[in-house]
């Protein structure tokens, strides 16, 4: 392990975003005393705002943008991404893919500025689609990931970015870092409007059936399809190990705790205390049958292992959209809220 220097800049882009937003609270928290947080959203619209950073609005996907962003900071967190769940990326491919003009840009302006050290956010969305047919999945090794056949669109790009930071360290040599994160969720995630992930999803889906007191909820798919889902509080272990570590090639950051969506429902509704009735939309974007991580090798060469189990992370998380929810009903702003 390296160790960055606490004296030394940081950038993060996507720090309007979810995992951005926590982790330059984590890097402040930590001593780093010099931190940017870039976004293309207007500082109204981000999560998390943290005052003693330097928050700027950025469209990364220039490279004028890119370069205005790396331009003296020694280390990068590259978190900018146009993503969402299942719901987002299997209808707007196209947009996921321009994505790459975001890591290209950041990668060249990296460069250009001597960068110490560069970190890529990639996804279990790489892995290849016949090591994920069945809902009693093999748990994904790094080396799944060939012969490519990722997730069309949003996987592509991700594995694509992954050959372009290994190329910039062979070729410029950058020191680039690389996780595959697996499905992440916590307090300060996307919970509506179309690019909420499962979790998040389930847990608005059964507040609203609370309130409302029309016991049912829509599932998409049978319910029957699996994952397996990681803290924010254990992703920001885990990226920073990564940033610090000498691991050149990329690697699993993910929970190993495989659960199917009909059980993620299970623990929804017992944080909540009620039960619903289900309708399957089987027609519903559905992404994967089943999906999770193998973690050998980080714990391994890093000793990092998930210490968040879902149904502590589910109750955090399902009261922080508690609150967005009735905070948002009421007009009064709670506590937290973006
Ligand atoms: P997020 O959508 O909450 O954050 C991404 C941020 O990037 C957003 O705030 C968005 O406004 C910003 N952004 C998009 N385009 C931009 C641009 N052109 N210029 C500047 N900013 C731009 O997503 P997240 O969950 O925080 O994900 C962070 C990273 O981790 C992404 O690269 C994502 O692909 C990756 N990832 C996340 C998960 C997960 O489960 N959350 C899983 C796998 C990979
Ligand atoms: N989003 C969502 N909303 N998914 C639902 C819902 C719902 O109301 N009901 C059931 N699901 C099912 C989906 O059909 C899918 O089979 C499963 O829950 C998981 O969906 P998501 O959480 O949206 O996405 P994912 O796990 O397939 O992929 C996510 O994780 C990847 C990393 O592991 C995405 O966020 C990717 O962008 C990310 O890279």
């Known amino acids: 392990m390296s160790g960055l220097d606490k004296n030394l ?13 926590w982790l330059v609270g984590e890097l402040l928290r930590m001593g780093h005393g010099k931190v940017r947080s870039v976004d293309m959203k207007p500082q109204s619209e981000w999560y998390q705002v943290h005052d003693r950073a330097e928050n700027m609005v950025l469209d990364l996907r220039g490279l004028d943008a890119c370069r205005q962003a790396a331009r003296g900071q020694a280390y990068i967190f590259n978190l900018a991404a146009d993503m969402g769940g299942m719901g987002f990326i299997e209808t707007h491919k196209a947009e996921c893919m321009l994505s790459v003009l975001i890591n290209t840009h950041m990668l060249m302006g990296a460069r250009e500025f001597g960068a110490k050290r560069f970190f890529f956010s990639s996804s279990a969305c790489v892995y290849a689609a016949d090591k994920q ?5 093999t748990a994904l090794k790094e080396a799944d990931a060939y012969p490519a056949m990722p997730e069309d669109g949003y996987g592509w790009e991700k594995l694509f970015s992954e ?3 290994r190329h910039f360290r062979e070729d410029f040599g950058l020191i680039a870092r690389m996780a595959r994160y697996h499905n992440v969720y916590g307090p300060h995630g996307t919970w509506d409007g179309g690019r909420e992930k499962a979790q998040a999803a389930i847990c608005r889906k059964v507040i609203e059936a609370k309130q409302s007191g029309k016991h049912e909820i829509e599932i998409w798919g049978d319910g029957e399809q699996t994952r397996s889902f990681m803290y924010i509080d254990d992703c920001l272990k885990g990226t920073l190990a990564i940033m610090e570590s000498e691991i050149i090639d990329p690697i699993n950051l993910g929970s190993a705790q495989l659960v199917s969506i009909n059980q993620l429902v299970d623990i929804v509704e017992s944080i909540a205390g009620l039960k619903l009735k289900r309708r399957y939309k089987l027609d519903a974007p559905k992404g994967v049958r089943g999906r999770n991580s193998d973690n050998t090798l980080i714990k391994k060469l890093l000793g990092w292992e998930p210490d968040i189990c879902l149904e502590v992370g589910l109750e955090k998380t399902y009261r922080w959209i508690h609150d967005q929810m009735v905070s948002a009903r009421t007009g009064a702003k709670a506590v937290g809220a973006r």
């Open 163 to 165: 050959r372009m930071c």
């Open 133 to 137: 047919t069945s809902a009693d999945v």
């Open 9 to 21: 800049p940081v950038l993060v882009t996507g720090g309007g975003g979810f995992i951005g937003g």
